[in-house]
């Protein structure tokens, strides 16, 4: 995924996303049951991550440092 283009609007599952972030999807799972981590969507039971939400967190982050 190093280098790979990510669409503003694609859907990511949890161990991608976590992938991505250098943490262990455990560690984003606590984020979100904490509502600390990226906004995310539940299909069924699966949850899913937008790239633009992901993007959007970080920044967040960054200005709260």
């Given amino acids: 995924l190093k280098g ?3 669409s503003e609007n694609e859907y990511l599952c949890t161990k991608i996303v976590a992938r ?3 943490i262990s ?3 984003l799972e606590n984020y979100r049951q ?3 981590g990226p906004n995310y969507v539940r299909l069924g039971r699966t949850i899913r991550y937008r790239w633009s939400d ?3 967190w970080i920044e967040a982050c960054g200005k709260a440092a």
């Fill in 25 to 27: 999807p455990r560690t």
């Fill in 4 to 6: 790979a283009r990510m």
């Fill in 34 to 36: 904490r509502g600390i």
């Fill in 20 to 22: 991505r972030l250098g």
């Fill in 54 to 56: 992901i993007r959007d």
